[in-house]
């Protein structure tokens, strides 16, 4: 299913990504990227609290891919593997094209309003656009010319390969975190056995969050090694 997403200042994550980028007054770099990672993530739990779901699928992947240059700039030792390099060194490439198609927008939008728009004699021009199509040629035969127009941007631009969308709301795998913890502490590989890639990263954000709110703690005695997630006492 098509979709677009349209609010005042952004369209869609990568829209959003760079317009964080901008703010800071960065380049495009993979450097750019890990200092944006928080506040896309901050980005990504608004959209939540307001019911946004329909598009969460596009800005978790968006985010998944920014926790892992995140990881990396934190741990440069951290291995990647093949995909997950490529994943990085994509996001970067589409962001700096977004970037050079969004500006280049903004010119064809300025030289749109800039007149004239063609070159003719000069005792025609104050004369109104006319359209002088053949005698034989009816509303149907532009009608299919139009079609086939269409179908051959359709090529170009739309994309061939088809996307799966998985919608994972963030308030139920608090929910399902808060619930596991009823008996007792658990380790974070436990709960994401057998689960997708995007909803183990919902997890370690629903993780994130009851630890904002202080409502959980979390220990690793060693790098790479084990999560322990427990809830925390009043006490503490």
Known sequence: MNYELAMELYQGPLDKLLELIEEKKMEISTFSLAQVTGDFLKYLETLTNRGEHQFLADFLVIASKLLLIKSRSLLPDLPLTEEEELETKNLEGRLRIYQEMKNARINIKNSWHELPKMFSRE?????????????????????????????????ILKPAAAIKREIINLKT???????????????????????SRTEIIVLFLAILHLIKDQLIRVEQSKHFEEITVARKEKNE
């Open 173 to 195: 795998k608090i929910e399902e975190i808060l619930h596991r913890l009823t008996r007792g502490s658990f380790k974070f590989s436990h709960i994401h056995k057998g689960k």
């Open 123 to 155: 005792f025609m021009l104050s004369t109104e656009p006319l359209f002088y199509p053949p005698k034989k040629t009816g509303s149907n035969e532009l009608y299919q010319a139009f079609l086939k127009i269409i179908g051959e941007l359709e090529k």
